[in-house]
């Protein structure tokens, strides 16, 4: 059995700690920048609340990294795992395209959380604008426990690069070239961010899926020929 040291349990965890830390850099820059836009206090607030939001919906998935790294052991596991992300990926984007629907809405926001009626039409346009975000999340952490079960946890990293890369590129091209509300150009800037990282994850752990298919072609040579 291969020893674990010190510096291999470095370059694994060192890459997943980046991540991290590149995902915690990301409230503060989309703050700062709406901060400098016209109206800051109702769409910093409309962010906020959006944010929350959207993190209450999502929460059903943020642990599918875990359970992928748990699971997923050969082909019959990575159908079975991928079939469940699936389904609650398509749950949760119909829970937000229900509560998006103006009277519902309206009614969590302004009758229940008594939101004055500015913010909460800003964080109408924001819940709108991150509707792909949580099946999104879902779908790339899925497939980021997969790479960290292969101990690719580089192309981890690599993924998020690509998403601050995104978010920063689209927050700094609407911020430049168009006047729309600051918590419009947060939500399509995080949304547009999660997008690419899940789309990159998935490229990313093309190979690995083989492997993890294969396995279940080699139980099954090996009970053949037994």
């Known amino acids: 059995m ?42 910093l607030a409309a962010y906020g609340v959006a944010f929350a939001l959207a993190l209450i919906i999502e929460s059903p998935v943020i642990m599918m990294m875990s ?18 992300v699936y389904s609650v990926n398509f749950l949760i984007t119909v829970c937000i395209l229900i509560l998006i629907i103006p009277p519902i809405f309206y009614a969590l926001t302004i009758d229940f959380m008594n939101l004055p009626h500015q913010v909460a039409e800003l964080t109408h346009k924001a ?59 947060g939500a399509a800037a995080l949304s547009s961010g999660v997008i690419m990282e899940a789309i990159t994850s998935r490229f990313m752990v093309h190979k690995f899926i083989k492997n993890v298919k294969q396995k279940k072609m080699l139980t099954n040579k090996i009970i053949y020929h037994t």
């Open 67 to 84: 359970a992928s790294v748990a699971l997923v052991k050969d082909n019959y596991t990575f159908y079975k795992l991928r079939n469940f």
């Open 127 to 185: 819940v709108i604008l991150l509707i792909p975000w949580p099946a999104s999340i879902g779908y790339r952490r899925f497939y980021q426990g997969i790479m960290i079960s292969s101990n690719a946890t580089r192309r981890v990293a690599y993924g998020t690069v690509i998403r601050m890369s995104s978010m920063f590129s689209v927050a700094v091209t609407l911020t430049s070239l168009f006047h729309i509300d600051g918590v419009v150009i």
């Open 2 to 43: 291969e020893s674990l040291s010190y510096k291999k349990i470095f370059k694994f965890w060192m890459p997943l700690s980046a991540t991290w830390l590149m995902m915690s850099i990301e409230g503060p820059f989309l703050t700062a920048l709406i901060a400098r836009l016209p109206h800051p206090e109702y769409n």
